[in-house]
């Protein structure tokens, strides 16, 4: 939008922000407000990362502007006309994310099958992450709410009926899911669509009954599509063998493993190396099920996600790259699954 | 024989010129590696020729003629190695392929007098018909290329005479399918019917029993690959498949059989989902908008570059039925975006988009072509130059040429000073539930905030504005003019 250049400019006169100030935090509606000494003024003008937002005529200088529901960095800049347009003088200041640019932020999320005659809580279990012991915050005996995404196989050997077998099982988890889940599809082959939402009362099998197995496999491209910054639960269903991905093994479990995402998958022959990793560094889990068995093994996956409790702490770990986690518990509470670790970016 | 056979193979994709089919990046990229790191030279070869029609089909002109150069060095470094070696078959098929790759170039004269060198050679060789058959449709040459496609077939049918093969089976139907497009190409009336035969012997050939094991092995190598030289059965079946289908439900969709046309799209997008030619096809015969915006996203993501489907996909964001394309996401996506920018006039935003994907798909010509289209006219509105008190209903190029002035930042201080004194009138319409941003001749814009007017509930949508205009902005991503309401009324 044409924002002036700092070093084009003549700097007769000065200006400067009231408000807001460098490095402050700005979240919905804010008012931005500059002083000068130039004269003959003719108006000033804010942007807002590049884009004008408001202009002033008269002192005092301001306009109000909605930044939003979200704490991001912004730049902010005012440029002074004056004498005719003749001449112009600018001033840039920089709004700060969410707790700061310069502070990172690990809240870890770790999801636990446990064995325990009683509750667990956070006195039952001890985290170590790259031999650091870590100080538990919570122990959530309720599942979060969650995205879910399934993600199906619909390459060409899910035919007689393993896809169509698949598309039910999903109808059958998804009566599980609880108030606040969020559901989404993904069909992927030798190559991968885009998300689609299920909305709340549709059924997967009556929606998307229509699509044919056929092509090749991308599993890891596919998986890798998916993933955000959300909490999400991934369950594959597929039978296998990725034969067209072009992201490596080990480059997909660098992007898939961040700290919200696990993967579950149900595999309808032997399941690949990459999804026992994904699952394993998770805190997932993969299954192998038949096309008579698929739904009842969803039913009895999704039974066990919504049964996990999740374990919260903040990392002190400062490095980037693979941090890996060890959950060990007092005598009585045995931890059957959780998440192996993570890659810190 | 070897040889003959892999040359027959080729035959089929090169003679679908007509045709926009996928280019898939996973074709390329297998493509690449072979021609990279096989050691024979068919592999090679066929890789080179195969990525030529695949860049061709992607409208990349530059990455098309690297890739025939290639093919027609290592076909004459092949002919060269072969006549020292006094090896007349192979000397006869690097004629072939050089013939091929010279006719993708545009070289004619040259191409022909080697193909008749290949065939002076190899005057029995199906293979060999076949590409001097493709050749000649290459080339503009359809009665040549009839004639020479019959020839392949006969040749083709004595040997299966001889000794019936699967591999014989295939090469039969690569000649039949090379003549069918010929007759289809040269447009003659009659032809249709003849290449009409053909295409339906094909098809029912490929169901036959004769492939089924053949079938079963696709299945379980979830094979998919279409690329104009196959190296195995499995490829050559199909890449048949593919183009005798799609030949087909051309030729149903032209004679105005849509029952037909739609089963054939069918067929084809059933075995390859992201088929970008069935899948417009399809989006063609849909009845319901819905579905048509649905197969027309499909096709593009899956091909985003080719020419008819974009035409195909601008009708529709003209009748108002497209869905929104997102900024990110696939580069169908954002070629959909830039086109319903160009639609809205929001030239600017479709140059930023259309910049990004140049960057990263240098030398396409279907970019550069919409790129050309996303200019804003030239002119200035005579205001800026002839100052007025008050403009009345400015025009929606002046609104927009003054938005792009502004955002180019190619307004003089003089401009601006005119501009800042000048009010302008016009109807506006108000978008949401205040009187904040909206539309006025199909030009967004907004105030700096939300605003009340005095005596005017703002349930009101429709108010004539007078105003000042104060700059650039955004509204929803679109480009829009910031505007200071200086008077309002209700209009009727």
């Known amino acids: 939008m044409a924002a002036p250049a700092l070093a084009s400019l003549l700097l007769v006169a000065s200006v400067r922000f009231l408000q807001p100030l460098e490095g402050a935090q700005v979240i919905g509606v804010t008012t931005l407000e500059a002083a000068t000494d130039a004269t003959e003024v003719d108006r000033v003008e804010f942007f807002v990362d590049k884009t004008l937002v408001g202009v002033a005529r008269k002192p005092p200088y301001r306009v109000s502007y909605d930044f939003g529901t979200s704490l991001q960095p912004h730049t902010i800049l005012v440029r002074v006309r004056s004498h005719g347009f003749q001449q112009e003088e600018v001033a840039e200041l920089h709004t700060a994310a969410l707790g700061g640019e310069s502070i990172t932020v690990n809240l870890i999320e770790v999801p636990l099958r446990v064995r325990a005659k009683g509750a667990v809580t956070a006195k039952d279990l001890t985290v170590v992450e790259d031999g650091v012991r870590q100080t538990i915050s919570d122990v959530i005996t309720e599942r979060p709410s969650s995205?879910?995404?399934?993600?199906?196989?619909?390459?060409?050997?899910?035919?007689?009926?393993?896809?169509?077998?698949?598309?039910?099982?999903?109808?059958?988890?998804?009566?599980?899911?609880?108030?606040?889940?969020?559901?989404?599809?993904?069909?992927?082959?030798?190559?991968?669509?885009?998300?689609?939402?299920?909305?709340?009362?549709?059924?997967?099998?009556a929606l998307l009954g229509t699509v044919e197995p056929s092509g090749g496999t991308s599993l890891r491209d596919a998986v890798v599509s998916t993933v955000t910054r959300e909490r999400t639960i991934t369950i594959v269903l597929t039978d296998g063998t990725d034969r067209n991905s072009e992201i490596s093994d080990e480059a997909a479990l660098r992007r898939i493993s961040g700290t919200n995402n696990v993967f579950f998958a149900l595999v309808f022959d032997r399941p690949s190396r990459f999804l026992e990793s994904a699952a394993q560094n998770s805190g997932g889990e993969v299954r192998t099920v038949f096309a008579a068995s698929v739904s009842a093994a969803m039913r009895d996956l999704i039974d066990d996600i919504n049964g996990r409790y999740t374990l919260t702490y903040q990392s002190s770990g400062t490095k980037k790259g693979w941090r890996a986690i060890r959950i060990t518990s007092r005598s009585g509470v045995k931890v059957l699954n959780a998440r192996k670790g993570y890659f810190a970016e | 024989m070897r040889r003959a056979g892999?040359?027959?193979?080729?035959?089929?994709?090169?003679?679908?010129?007509?045709?926009?089919?996928?280019?898939?990046?996973?074709?390329?990229?297998?493509?690449?590696?072979?021609?990279?790191?096989?050691?024979?030279?068919?592999?090679?070869?066929?890789?080179?020729?195969?990525?030529?029609?695949?860049?061709?089909?992607?409208?990349?002109?530059?990455?098309?003629?690297?890739?025939?150069?290639?093919?027609?060095?290592?076909?004459?470094?092949?002919?060269?190695?072969?006549?020292?070696?006094?090896?007349?078959?192979?000397?006869?098929?690097?004629?072939?392929?050089?013939?091929?790759?010279?006719?993708?170039?545009?070289?004619?004269?040259?191409?022909?007098?080697?193909?008749?060198?290949?065939?002076?050679?190899?005057?029995?060789?199906?293979?060999?018909?076949?590409?001097?058959?493709?050749?000649?449709?290459?080339?503009?040459?359809?009665?040549?290329?009839?004639?020479?496609?019959?020839?392949?077939?006969?040749?083709?049918?004595?040997?299966?005479?001889?000794?019936?093969?699967?591999?014989?089976?295939?090469?039969?139907?690569?000649?039949?399918?090379?003549?069918?497009?010929?007759?289809?190409?040269?447009?003659?009336?009659?032809?249709?019917?003849?290449?009409?035969?053909?295409?339906?012997?094909?098809?029912?050939?490929?169901?036959?029993?004769?492939?089924a094991s053949l079938r079963k092995t696709l299945e379980r190598r979830e094979?998919?690959?279409?690329?104009?030289?196959?190296?195995?059965?499995?490829?050559?079946?199909?890449?048949?498949?593919?183009?005798?289908?799609?030949?087909?439900?051309?030729?149903?969709?032209?004679?105005?059989?849509?029952?037909?046309?739609?089963?054939?799209?069918?067929?084809?997008?059933?075995?390859?989902?992201?088929?970008?030619?069935?899948?417009?096809?399809?989006?063609?015969?849909?009845?319901?908008?819905?579905?048509?915006?649905?197969?027309?996203?499909?096709?593009?993501?899956?091909?985003?570059?080719?020419?008819?489907?974009?035409?195909?996909?601008?009708?529709?964001?003209?009748?108002?039925e497209a869905s929104p394309a997102g900024v990110s996401g696939s580069v169908g996506s954002r070629v959909r975006l830039a086109i319903q920018q160009i639609h809205d006039h929001d030239f600017r935003r479709a140059r930023e988009t259309l910049a990004a994907l140049i960057a990263q798909h240098p030398g396409n010509d279907v970019l550069q072509s919409l790129l050309e289209r996303a200019v804003p006219a030239a002119e200035r509105p005579s205001f800026l130059s002839k100052p007025v008190e008050l403009v009345p209903d400015p025009l929606e190029w002046e609104l927009r040429a003054v938005m792009s002035l502004f955002a180019d930042d190619k307004l003089s201080p003089a401009d601006q000073a005119t501009l800042d004194r000048t009010r302008f009138s016009g109807k506006a319409t108000f978008e949401g539930e205040a009187f904040e941003h909206g539309t006025m001749r199909g030009v967004s814009f907004r105030f700096q905030q939300p605003v009340q007017f005095e005596g005017i509930a703002p349930t009101h949508r429709r108010l004539r504005l007078v105003y000042r205009i104060l700059g650039a902005t955004a509204v929803d991503g679109r480009d829009a003019l910031l505007i200071e309401p200086l008077r309002a009324e209700v209009d009727p």
């Open chain 1, 147 to 205: 995205r879910f995404v399934f993600l199906v196989d619909r390459s060409q050997s899910m035919n007689e009926g393993k896809l169509a077998a698949a598309l039910e099982a999903i109808d059958v988890g998804r009566e599980l899911l609880r108030p606040g889940d969020t559901a989404q599809i993904i069909f992927f082959n030798h190559n991968f669509g885009q998300l689609q939402d299920l909305p709340p009362a549709s059924r997967a099998s």
């Open chain 2, 6 to 211: 892999v040359v027959a193979a080729m035959v089929l994709a090169l003679g679908a010129r007509a045709q926009t089919r996928i280019a898939s990046d996973v074709e390329i990229r297998e493509l690449e590696e072979a021609a990279r790191g096989a050691a024979d030279f068919d592999t090679k070869v066929a890789a080179q020729i195969s990525l030529g029609e695949l860049r061709k089909e992607r409208n990349e002109p530059a990455a098309e003629q690297r890739d025939l150069l290639a093919a027609l060095q290592l076909a004459r470094n092949e002919r060269d190695d072969a006549r020292r070696d006094h090896h007349l078959p192979r000397y006869a098929v690097a004629c072939a392929w050089s013939g091929i790759a010279l006719a993708g170039l545009g070289r004619g004269a040259e191409a022909f007098a080697v193909l008749e060198e290949a065939v002076r050679y190899a005057a029995d060789t199906s293979g060999i018909w076949n590409l001097y058959s493709v050749a000649m449709f290459r080339l503009a040459r359809p009665e040549k290329a009839i004639g020479v496609a019959r020839i392949s077939i006969d040749a083709g049918e004595r040997k299966m005479a001889a000794r019936s093969t699967i591999r014989g089976h295939l090469d039969l139907n690569v000649s039949r399918f090379a003549l069918a497009q010929g007759l289809l190409d040269a447009g003659a009336e009659t032809a249709a019917g003849e290449a009409g035969d053909l295409l339906r012997a094909i098809t029912e050939s490929l169901e036959s029993d004769a492939f």
């Open chain 2, 223 to 320: 094979e998919f690959q279409i690329v104009a030289a196959p190296k195995t059965e499995s490829g050559t079946w199909l890449a048949m498949f593919q183009r005798s289908h799609l030949r087909l439900a051309q030729l149903y969709e032209l004679d105005g059989l849509e029952e037909k046309a739609l089963r054939e799209y069918q067929a084809v997008v059933t075995r390859r989902s992201d088929e970008p030619s069935a899948l417009a096809g399809l989006a063609r015969l849909a009845s319901d908008p819905k579905e048509r915006d649905r197969y027309l996203i499909q096709s593009l993501d899956a091909n985003p570059f080719a020419g008819d489907v974009i035409a195909e996909y601008e009708d529709h964001v003209k009748s108002g």
